[in-house]
């Protein structure tokens, strides 16, 4: 089977896949750039174009660290990770961001170690367990004024943008993740990264970043009616429904990247999807209550890690247990 590093021959059809579709997009983006010359156009076809040139950037790094291999696309989780809790704790007061981030960045950096060495003993309980205890501690030495703020910001900002975001590459090392077209002599051994658990970890990515895509999409058509609108006011029912019914038919037609039968992958689309949107929601939430509208701009078009991510917090671990308990 041809195989780049986590990438193999199916893996690159759906590479193929994506870069024709990008591609469609950007002729979308130029076309419309030359119908539409009104300056009142200006700003809605600078955001389309800075978000599909974004696309192209992120399609480009998680398939080039797939192509590399296990510990290139852990490494890369990490670093995203790394700038999603930088990201969070900005929102933070100061003296949580002078006390408590070292200690953060430390458990984030051991936290993907574990992942790395496939000890999932441990790496399912080092956050919610072991640094959930040592940080109260670590900030009880800081003195008890805000006490309760400062340690509930820090373990939320680890929650949410290590140890949530950490199950996307921890697919890779599920028992399923073994190249089940290969010989049993061939195959990779049990909780070895390989190209299935590559496949895993795009399905899930492709179902829910998708879901948001065609959430905005049904909801600039058709939306009309707010669900949350002190929280978020452009979410809106018809287009959560249609985004995620769309989503859910995608899985499905994913199925082949999956060990699912079609029936089971569209469910387990629609769970995912169903669990970003409230992802989102929680993470707009959290900006409303800060005063800020994005949680960075390091991406154009999009805003920072976390505003990118912030439908996987959600997702991830549940996909992966749900993965985990059903189909090893």
Not at 36 to 40: G, H
């Given at each position: 089977?041809?195989?780049?590093?986590?990438?193999?021959a199916?893996?690159?059809?759906?590479?193929?896949?994506?870069?024709?579709?990008?591609?469609?997009?950007?002729?979308?983006?130029?076309?419309?750039?030359?119908r539409?010359?009104?300056?009142?156009h200006?700003?809605?076809?600078r955001?389309?174009?800075?978000?599909?040139?974004?696309?192209?950037?992120?399609?480009?790094?998680?398939?080039?660290?797939?192509?590399?291999?296990?510990?290139?696309?852990?490494?890369?989780?990490?670093?995203?990770?790394?700038?999603?809790?930088?990201?969070?704790?900005?929102?933070a007061?100061?003296?949580?961001?002078?006390?408590?981030?070292?200690?953060?960045?430390?458990?984030?950096?051991?936290?993907?170690?574990?992942?790395?060495?496939?000890?999932?003993?441990?790496?399912?309980?080092?956050?919610?367990?072991?640094?959930?205890?040592?940080?109260?501690?670590?900030?009880?030495?800081?003195?008890?004024?805000?006490f309760?703020?400062?340690?509930?910001?820090?373990?939320?900002?680890?929650?949410?943008?290590?140890?949530?975001?950490?199950?996307?590459?921890?697919?890779?090392?599920?028992?399923?993740?073994?190249?089940?077209?290969?010989?049993?002599?061939?195959?990779?051994?049990p909780?070895?990264?390989?190209p299935a658990?590559?496949?895993?970890?795009?399905?899930?990515?492709?179902?829910?970043?998708?879901?948001?895509?065609?959430?905005?999409?049904?909801?600039?058509?058709?939306?009309?009616?707010p669900?949350?609108?002190?929280?978020?006011?452009?979410?809106?029912?018809?287009?959560?429904?249609?985004?995620?019914?769309?989503?859910?038919?995608l899985?499905?037609?994913?199925?082949?990247?999956?060990?699912f039968?079609?029936?089971?992958?569209?469910?387990?689309?629609?769970?995912?999807?169903?669990?970003?949107?409230?992802?989102?929601?929680?993470?707009?939430s959290?900006?409303?209550?800060?005063?800020?509208?994005?949680?960075?701009?390091?991406?154009?078009?999009?805003?920072?890690?976390?505003?990118?991510?912030?439908?996987?917090?959600?997702?991830?671990?549940?996909?992966?247990?749900?993965?985990?308990?059903?189909?090893?």
């Open positions: 089977m041809s195989e780049i590093g986590l990438l193999d199916t893996a690159l059809k759906l590479l193929g896949g994506v870069v024709l579709i990008l591609s469609v997009a950007t002729g979308v983006s130029w076309v419309l750039t030359w539409l010359s009104s300056p009142k200006d700003d809605m076809l955001n389309l174009r800075q978000r599909i040139y974004a696309w192209w950037f992120m399609v480009a790094v998680l398939f080039g660290a797939l192509a590399a291999g296990e510990t290139a696309t852990i490494i890369m989780f990490a670093a995203l990770s790394l700038l999603a809790l930088r990201e969070f704790l900005t929102l007061p100061q003296e949580v961001r002078r006390v408590l981030t070292l200690v953060a960045v430390i458990a984030a950096i051991v936290h993907y170690a574990l992942i790395w060495t496939h000890w999932y003993g441990f790496y399912s309980v080092f956050i919610p367990v072991y640094a959930f205890l040592f940080l109260p501690a670590a900030a009880a030495l800081a003195g008890t004024q805000g309760l703020a400062r340690t509930a910001i820090t373990q939320w900002a680890l929650m949410v943008s290590v140890f949530a975001i950490s199950f996307a590459p921890a697919l890779l090392n599920l028992p399923v993740a073994i190249d089940q077209g290969r010989p049993a002599a061939e195959a990779a051994p909780g070895a990264g390989g658990g590559a496949k895993l970890l795009l399905f899930l990515v492709i179902v829910v970043q998708g879901s948001d895509v065609l959430q905005y999409i049904w909801g600039k058509l058709l939306g009309r009616h669900i949350a609108p002190k929280v978020s006011p452009n979410k809106t029912w018809e287009g959560f429904l249609g985004g995620v019914v769309s989503a859910t038919v899985g499905g037609v994913l199925a082949w990247l999956t060990p039968a079609p029936w089971q992958a569209a469910v387990m689309a629609m769970v995912s999807c169903l669990l970003g949107f409230a992802g989102g929601l929680v993470m707009s959290i900006k409303r209550d800060r005063g800020v509208k994005d949680f960075g701009a390091l991406i154009p078009g999009h805003g920072g890690v976390m505003d990118r991510l912030d439908s996987l917090v959600f997702a991830a671990p549940v996909f992966f247990h749900l993965a985990r308990y059903f189909f090893t």
